[in-house]
Nanobody, 119 residues
Framework: QVQLVESGGGLVQPGGSLRLSCVAS????????MGWYRQAPGKQRELVAVISSSGRKTEYADSVKGRFTISRHNANNTVALQMNNLKPEDTAVYYC????????????WGQGTQVTVSS
């Protein structure tokens, strides 16, 4: 079992920045790939960014490339999402995800944190 707790959401004006954090507990953090997903009202949950267990590989949704940066710190079981130049269309609930692939497949979600971009 992995427990994920997100923080850092809030209200920000267009062009502003926020940093989301996710703290993991309950299992071996380095065994999991980590990711951030978001879900806007009336829309399906979508991938924002993912990072490999080692931290060497990252992938981003086209809509956030160049603006968002995902990072992880295995020493303190955290994954962060730095969001710059935020746009109103970035408004959503952001969820932290942990995934372990292979024969011991498992995936876990945090409770989500609201990000609202509005003037």
């Amino acid at each position: 079992q992995v427990q994920l707790v997100e923080s850092g959401g809030g209200l920000v004006q267009p062009g502003g920045s926020l940093r989301l954090s996710c703290v993991a507990s309950g299992s071996i953090f380095v065994a999991y790939g980590m990711g951030w997903y978001r879900q806007a009202p009336g829309k399906q949950r979508e991938l924002v960014a993912v990072i490999s267990s080692s931290g060497r590989k990252t992938e981003y949704a086209d809509s956030v490339k160049g603006r968002f940066t995902i990072s992880r710190h295995n020493a303190n079981n955290t994954v962060a999402l730095q969001m710059n130049n935020l746009k109103p269309e970035d408004t959503a609930v952001y969820y932290c995800n942990a995934i372990r692939i292979g024969s011991d497949y498992a995936t876990y979600w945090g409770q989500g944190t609201q990000v609202t971009v509005s003037s």
